[in-house]
């Protein structure tokens, strides 16, 4: 069953922020884009989303700041949101994702089908999950 959902994205890469935002359109979400962590806690203190998919080095470039207490700093400030890690970077890196409460870790660049199912199932409620 499709649910539509509040998505926010967070992706730096203009071109591929568009690509994502239109496959996700498409398939019935709401999205709302930013291209920083910074924007992301900005958007975040007047809009409420069900999920946030975010590069995971979208804000790191310039400072060299730890990844994780960024990304820890972006859901706290999530709410209820579930979020997926987007990343073009080693997956080892980010091995201990789900010990963060990230609902997924996607390998960019993935197949359109890829990416509408990893949403998809992101978006599954904790509790229907755990049913199962």
């Known amino acids: 069953m499709h649910r539509t959902a509040a998505l926010l994205l967070v992706e ?3 071109i591929l922020q568009e690509i994502v935002a239109i496959v996700l359109t498409e398939a019935g979400h709401r999205v709302t884009t930013v291209a920083s962590v910074e924007q992301a806690f900005a958007v975040l203190e007047v809009s409420r989303f ?4 975010t590069d995971a080095l979208v804000a790191f470039s310039a400072e060299k700041i730890d990844y994780w207490r960024t990304l820890d700093a972006l859901a706290a400030r999530a709410g209820t ?3 997926v890690i987007l990343t073009a970077h080693q997956e080892r890196e ?4 789900s010990q963060h409460g990230f609902a997924a870790i ?3 660049p993935c197949a359109i089908d890829v990416l509408v199912a990893a949403v998809a199932a992101a978006l599954v409620p904790r509790e229907e999950v755990m049913s199962v």
Do not use: E, T, V
């Open 12 to 14: 730096d890469n203009p």
């Open 50 to 53: 069900d999920l946030i998919l």
């Open 81 to 83: 949101a579930r979020l």
């Open 94 to 97: 980010f091995r201990d994702f």
């Open 106 to 108: 996607l390998r960019k």
